[in-house]
């Protein structure tokens, strides 16, 4: 994150303290100027506090914006770390490292909102309150030192309180947190399967399960604000201690000769205005410790940002030798070593639930939980950057989807390197023409009520990873959904190109192009 930003931000969080607190000071002469009766004096001043006024107002305007652009730019820094971290991150067999879409959703959403707001927020308001601390120190002591003393002593005991209640408001924002999470993804799959789940005898108690996330989400929220508001009461008899301290010291001071009445008034003033500071540090210290967990955990994510080289290196063998993978109460085992070379067709078939998606995950780097020898170009994978083997091998997994946006961005990946005769070409190939005629069709939005089947659905899916131009294909079921006709006229059309090493994992293993396969692999 650039800092021109925060620095910005708080050099004019500056200006509107010493203003704030200058203003107040002010105020002393303006009482005495009424108390001498002196005309000229009182409209002097009254004209100095017009000028602070304008000027505090300008800087505070200054100041809210600013702080809006740093927030801004903490939101799109932790916002790009976590997409990234969901989408290069590998499979992990670890159930605390299995985050199902909603949880992921929720991460980015509200737990980034909620670091800008009481994290980053919150270290503004703590800089804010320490700076308009440290000036109304000073103009305190300006007037009187003994009173000074006695209202700044008396202040530190609010600004303490926070410290006892800092684990428990941690756990207590963790449990928000988690229960946020938890209701999105119920939420998201209520939603995703909302045919079923009204047409079942069982919708009521499904009901039931969405209002009681949501209430335990609420309960945790208001367990929280419950704790804050024992605390904010504590900080408050603080305050009026401090009130209280102001008035029986600078009231007697006035009553024996050594404090003019305008200065007693711009104490009162002037701590009124070290009150806010106080609370905003106190309220600072209570966010920053609620928050802390989730913070370390956003900031150390592994965003994976790797830059993609301009030169990649080639790959011509993949090897995959006794790998075994423990998954999900499961052990699959690779019996039969795999090799594959540049410019050669491979089919693998077997029984359903033999782990051949999960050595396809293994081979392209997206895998990690496993043990035996994966070598790229005989070099051991894990030494290889990921984002290389992501140049080299387009794969397209038996889950897969389309955006919520045009025909053409799910194709072109919203790049404006494609043309349109490329495009349309690829159309007539898999023979999508009758469904998109023309360029112009392939601006129609995708979404659930969109007329495209399976099969059209997975074409599309498979013209995405060709016009990626990569010379390896893994095909992990991803024409399941044709009939035979057309099934064997796509595989036709990708085992005559010789450019591409074709990887195709499919249950039809009796098929008219099964022959020109170099290798049939049988799991």
Do not use: C
């Not at 304008?54 to 997409?83: D, I, T």
């Amino acid at each position: 994150m650039k800092k021109s930003l925060l620095f910005t931000t708080v050099l004019f969080v500056m200006l509107v303290s010493g203003l704030s607190v200058w203003l107040n000071y002010q105020i002393q002469f303006v009482v005495d100027a009424i108390s001498n009766h002196d005309t000229s004096s009182f409209f002097m001043q009254i004209s100095y506090l017009i000028g602070i006024t304008l000027l505090l107002l300008v800087f505070e305007y200054a100041r809210q914006v600013w702080n809006v652009k740093y927030l801004n730019q903490v939101g799109s820094f932790f916002h790009k770390k976590s997409l990234y971290s969901a989408i290069t991150s590998a499979v992990q067999v670890k159930s605390e490292k299995q985050l199902v879409p909603g949880e992921k959703v929720s991460e980015i959403n509200n737990d980034i909102e909620m670091i800008k707001d009481l994290h980053y927020d919150t270290q503004i308001s703590m800089i804010q309150g320490v700076v308009s601390f440290l000036f109304s120190t000073i103009a305190l002591y300006m007037i009187h030192a003994g009173v000074a003393t006695a209202v700044i002593v008396t202040m530190f005991l609010p600004i303490g309180l926070p410290l006892l209640f800092n684990k428990s408001l941690q756990q207590k924002q963790e449990k928000i947190s988690r229960s946020k999470k938890q209701y999105v993804t119920f939420l998201t799959d209520l939603l995703e399967s909302k045919l079923s789940v009204k047409n079942s005898r069982h919708y009521p108690l499904v009901m039931n399960q969405a209002v009681e996330k949501y209430e335990t989400m609420n309960e945790a929220t208001l367990s929280k604000k419950k704790q804050i508001a024992l605390v904010n009461v504590l900080v408050g008899f603080g305050f009026y201690s401090t009130m209280i301290v102001i008035l029986l010291l600078g009231g007697y001071q006035v009553l024996i000769g050594q404090l003019q009445v305008g200065a007693l008034v711009a104490v009162f003033s002037i701590s009124q205005e070290l009150t806010l500071p106080a609370n905003l540090i106190a309220d600072s210290i209570s966010n920053l410790q609620s928050v802390k967990g989730i913070h370390d955990e956003l900031m150390h994510q592994d965003s994976a940002l790797e830059e993609r080289a301009n030169q990649v290196e080639t790959l011509k063998t993949l090897q995959l030798k006794d790998v075994k993978i423990h998954f999900q109460h499961q052990t699959f085992t690779q019996n039969v070593p795999l090799n594959f070379e540049k410019g050669k067709k491979y089919l693998i078939t077997g029984q359903s639930g033999k782990g051949k998606s999960l050595l396809m995950l293994v081979a392209t780097g997206n895998f990690i939980d496993y043990t035996g020898t994966v070598l790229f170009n005989q070099r051991p994978i894990e030494n290889v950057p990921y984002s290389t083997i992501q140049q080299q091998i387009a794969y397209i997994p038996q889950q897969q989807g389309l955006f919520h946006d045009t025909i053409r961005n799910n194709l072109t990946y919203y790049s404006g390197e494609v043309d349109a005769h490329t495009l349309m070409g690829w159309i007539h190939r898999f023979r999508l023409e009758d469904r998109f005629p023309t360029l112009e069709s392939l601006e129609e939005l995708y979404s659930e009520q969109s007329s495209l089947s399976g099969g059209q659905i997975q074409r599309l899916m498979l013209i995405r990873a060709l016009l990626e131009r990569k010379d390896w294909l893994i095909l992990d079921e991803s024409l399941s959904a044709l009939d035979r006709e057309l099934y064997e006229l796509i595989e036709n059309q990708l085992l005559n190109d010789s450019t591409l090493t074709l990887i195709h994992i499919s249950h039809r293993s009796e098929s008219e192009n099964s022959k020109k396969y170099d290798v049939t692999i049988r799991l």
